[in-house]
Nanobody, 126 residues
Framework: EVQLVESGGGLVQPGGSLTLSCAAS????????IGWIRQAPGKDREGIAC????????WYVESLKGRFTISRDSANNTIYLQMNDLKPEDTATYYC???????????????????WGQGTPVTVSS
């Protein structure tokens, strides 16, 4: 069973930075995409980024590319999301997510996810 445990959320001022972590376990092989999805209050879930299990290539939704960076520590099965220049509109619950197939478009734009973490809240406010 795939398990995803997020950490690192909290309160940050506008313009600040925050790094989220996701400890992943229970998966085998490398045909997958793992990454981050967020949901702002009163809004639909939105894909952010994912990493392909086979080659570590990072995929982003265009609107967030540049401020957000996804990375992984393969030795520890941990995924990170570095968020810079945070804005109040980045306030959301951030979910670690896993898709059994390496289909980044499906992950990011159709949110066809097979396993979800419990989410970690991020509030951007002064």
């Amino acid at each position: 069973e795939v398990q995803l445990v997020e950490s690192g959320g909290g309160l940050v001022q506008p313009g600040g930075s925050l790094t989220l972590s996701c400890a992943a376990s229970g998966f085998t092989g490398d045909d997958y995409c793992i990454g981050w999805i967020r949901q702002a209050p009163g809004k639909d879930r939105e894909g952010i980024a994912c990493i392909s299990g086979s080659d570590g290539k990072a995929w982003y939704v265009e609107s967030l590319k540049g401020r957000f960076t996804i990375s992984r520590d393969s030795a520890n099965n941990t995924i990170y999301l570095q968020m810079n220049d945070l804005k109040p509109e980045d306030t959301a619950t951030y979910y670690c997510a896993y898709k059994d197939r390496n289909l980044p478009y499906s992950f990011l734009h159709r949110l066809a996810i097979d396993h979800w973490g419990q989410g970690t809240p991020v509030t951007v406010s002064s």
